[in-house]
Nanobody, 123 residues
Framework: QVQLVESGGGLVQAGDSLRLSCATSGRTFSSYAMGWFRQAPGKEREFVSAISVSGGITLYANSVKGRFTISRDNAKNTVYLQMNSLEPEDTAVYYC????????????????WGQGTQVTVSS
């Protein structure tokens, strides 16, 4: 009942910035905590960031703290991931996810997922 569509990925150089967007459909966006996850080739999916329903609580993986910022605009049914100081290690497909309840770092508890957007960072 919730559709998520990521956009904003691309090919950039180390040190550059990107802003990912996750647009949602449906009328229940404001009831969901949102998360960002990523998966690099040959690696397991990993948590990146999450944000509570109101946006008042945010959670970040240690690898992106200080560089990435998650935000949401409930009026636009959209969640964002601002990525600064990108590194080659950030190269991955980035996925947006939604769940009822609190923001969590465990991907298995999220109910809805987008199709992903590719982020490639060259050195």
């Amino acid at each position: 009942q919730v559709q998520l569509v990521e956009s904003g990925g691309g090919l950039v150089q180390a040190g550059d910035s990107l802003r990912l967007s996750c647009a949602t459909s449906g009328r229940t966006f404001s009831s969901y905590a949102m998360g960002w996850f990523r998966q690099a080739p040959g690696k397991e999916r990993e948590f990146v960031s999450a944000i509570s329903v109101s946006g008042g609580i945010t959670l970040y993986a240690n690898s992106v703290k200080g560089r990435f910022t998650i935000s949401r605009d409930n009026a636009k049914n959209t969640v964002y991931l601002q990525m600064n100081s990108l590194e080659p290690e950030d190269t991955a497909v980035y996925y947006c996810a939604a769940r009822e309840g609190a923001a969590r770092s465990m991907g298995s508890v999220y109910d809805y997922w987008g199709q992903g957007t590719q982020v490639t960072v060259s050195s």
